[in-house]
């Protein structure tokens, strides 16, 4: 499956919230930004063509879905970033973001918890 574009990703988002399958009309009421009916048709054509979206008939409209997880997308993007940014490193990624973020005691725990959890389960 191809990247999404910042575009792309703004349509998958309205179809990751959706608790049903939408008609191009819902999608653009949803959208976060102004968008013409055009323009998001193609973009859910390309997502379509990418393998993103699944989309069936009902009546003589076009319902779709997303068939991508968001975690799925989540985490190409943090390899991505990983790639780009810290020579592929996971570690490193999430190093910079840990001395870069204002994280509060509460995160911090959640942090260790989480790190906690990895350990158990990888022994």
């Not at 997303?66 to 940014?85: D, G, I, Q, V, Y």
Request: some cysteine; overall charge positive; charged content about 30%.
């Amino acid at each position: 499956m191809d990247n999404l574009t910042p575009g792309e990703l703004e349509v998958m988002q309205v179809l990751w919230n959706a608790d049903r399958p939408l008609k191009p009309a819902d999608i653009q009421s949803l959208f976060p930004r102004p968008i013409r009916n055009a323009a998001l048709r193609s973009a859910l054509l390309v997502l379509l063509d990418k393998g993103h979206v699944a989309r069936r008939r009902e009546g003589r409209a076009f319902l779709y879905s997303a068939s991508t997880r968001p975690t799925r997308e989540l985490r190409r993007m943090t390899r991505k970033l990983a790639e780009l940014f810290c020579g592929g490193s996971t570690r490193e990624l999430i190093a910079q973001m840990v001395r870069t973020e204002r994280l509060s005691p509460t995160d911090i725990d959640q942090l260790r918890r989480i790190v906690e959890e990895s350990e158990r389960e990888s022994s």
